[in-house]
C-alpha cells in the first residue's frame, strides 16, 4: 500500500510491522517500529505524548493520524465520577463512551456502532437509527479515551471492567466486537470475567459466541416475559422469541459456565405487574440468571416513564421470594443523559483533519 494511500484509510492502530517500515522508509531505526507499536497499547498518558520517540517524529505522527480519543468533548456528572465522551470519528460521525468510577472499580461502557438498527421503542440511540459498524480500532480509542482520563483524574487507577453496551448491538457487528474482547485481554490484559457484552438477543450470535472459548460475561436485554409484550418492547423479538433465546442462552451457559444477566427495563404499567414478575421469574430460575432491573431512563421519543422506586422495589421483592438473584442498576449519570439506553451523539462542529503533514 502507497504511504498516501496508508495515511488516509487506516488507523495506527491498524498497522502492523510491515506498514511502519513502510511509513518510517528507512529513515528511522529499525527498533523503531516495535517501540511506536508497543507505545501506542500501553498509552495511557497520550496516545502520542507517551512515545519515547523523537519530537518533531512524534509531532509529525499527531499530525498525519487521527485518533478520535483525542477528539473527545466530555461531559461530567455524579460529582465527577461519572462522564461522557462525545468521540468525533476519522469521518466525522461520533460516538459515546461512558467513564464509571465506583470505590474500588472503574468501568468503561463501549459502543459498538454508530447508531443502532434494532430500533427497541424506548432507546435513544435506536430511536437515531443505524449508520455504520465501529472498526476495532474505534473500540479501542474509546477504551483508550477511558483509561487516559481515569489515569488524568487519579495516577493509581486503571479500568477493571469494561462492558459493551454502548450505542449499538454488538452481536450485530460480531467480529468486530469479538476481536476487540479480544484484545482487550490480550493487549490490555484485562480478565474476560471483567468484561461483559450486552445483546438485546440475537440467538445466532449469542449461539457461535459459545463456541469461542471466551469467559465473557453474557447480559441479555430481555425487558418483557412474554412474547406479545416483547415484542412491541424489542421488535427483534418476532425473528427470535423468547423460546428460541433461552434455548441460545442455555448452549452459551453449558459451553461456557458463565452465569446470564437479564437485563429488564421496569416501565410503568407496562411490564411492571405482579404477573409479569411471575413470568420473568420463571425464565430466571430456567436459567438460572440473574436479573438486573434498570429503572426506565426518560427519552425524547417514548412517552411511557419509568416505575416509580416503590413499584421497582416491589418487583426486585416479588423476584426475590421466587427465588430469583436480583439488583437494580444505578442510574449513573441519567442527567447527563449517559445512562443506559440514553446515547445519542448530538451533532457539533468539528475541525476537518489534517492530511497534508509530511513524515520527514
Ligand atoms: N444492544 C445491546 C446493548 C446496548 S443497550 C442491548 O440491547 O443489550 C444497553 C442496555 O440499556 C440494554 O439492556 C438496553 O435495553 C437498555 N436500555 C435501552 N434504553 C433504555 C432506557 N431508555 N432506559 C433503561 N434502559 C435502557
Not at 65 to 75: E, G, I, Q
Not at 287 to 304: E, Q, R, S
Not at 338 to 360: E, I, W
Amino acid at each position: 500500500m502507497k504511504i498516501a494511500e496508508l495515511l488516509q484509510t487506516r488507523s495506527p492502530l491498524e498497522l502492523d510491522a510491515k506498514d511502519w517500515e513502510n511509513l518510517f522508509g528507512g529513515l528511522q531505526p529499525s527498533f523503531r517500529v516495535r517501540q511506536v507499536q508497543n507505545g501506542l497499547y500501553k498509552s495511557y498518558v497520550s496516545p502520542w505524548e507517551n512515545l519515547t520517540i523523537p519530537r518533531t517524529l512524534r509531532e509529525t505522527f499527531k499530525e498525519l493520524f487521527y485518533l478520535s480519543s483525542d477528539h473527545a468533548k466530555v461531559t461530567l456528572s455524579d460529582n465527577g465520577d461519572t462522564l461522557k465522551a462525545l468521540l468525533t470519528l476519522s469521518d466525522q460521525r461520533q460516538i459515546e463512551t461512558v467513564l464509571m468510577r465506583y470505590e474500588r472499580r472503574s468501568t468503561v461502557c463501549i459502543s459498538t456502532q454508530v447508531g443502532c438498527a434494532m430500533n427497541c421503542v424506548f432507546c435513544a440511540t435506536g430511536q437515531g437509527g443505524y449508520e455504520r459498524h465501529l472498526k476495532v480500532h474505534e473500540m479501542q480509542e474509546q477504551y483508550f479515551w477511558a483509561a487516559r482520563e481515569l489515569k488524568r483524574l487519579d495516577s493509581n487507577s486503571k479500568i477493571t471492567n469494561v462492558v459493551l453496551m454502548g450505542m449499538g448491538e454488538p452481536l450485530a457487528n460480531y467480529d468486530n466486537s469479538i476481536s476487540f474482547v479480544r484484545s482487550l485481554m490480550t493487549q490490555f490484559s484485562l480478565g474476560a470475567r471483567s468484561i461483559t457484552l450486552s445483546t438485546v438477543g440475537v440467538v445466532p450470535g449469542i449461539v457461535k459466541l459459545a463456541d469461542e472459548s471466551l469467559q465473557i460475561n453474557l447480559a441479555v436485554s430481555l425487558h418483557a416475559p412474554n412474547d406479545e409484550l416483547r415484542t412491541q418492547i424489542v421488535p427483534i423479538n418476532r425473528r427470535y422469541g423468547i423460546a428460541s433465546l433461552v434455548e441460545a442462552l442455555n448452549i452459551y451457559k453449558s459451553r461456557t459456565n458463565r452465569r446470564i444477566t437479564l437485563e429488564y427495563a421496569l416501565i410503568n404499567d407496562l411490564n411492571d405487574h405482579d404477573e409479569h414478575m411471575t413470568q420473568l421469574a420463571d425464565i430466571a430460575l430456567n436459567l438460572k440468571a440473574h436479573v438486573n432491573l434498570i429503572p426506565l431512563n426518560p427519552t425524547p421519543k417514548y412517552d411511557f416513564r419509568g416505575s416509580p422506586p416503590q413499584r421497582v422495589n416491589k418487583c426486585k421483592t416479588l423476584l426475590q421470594d421466587n427465588g430469583v438473584q436480583v439488583t437494580i442498576r444505578d442510574t449513573r449519570g441519567s442527567d447527563i443523559a449517559a445512562a443506559c439506553g440514553q446515547l445519542v451523539a448530538n451533532n457539533v462542529n468539528f475541525p476537518k483533519r489534517k492530511r497534508n503533514a509530511s513524515l520527514v
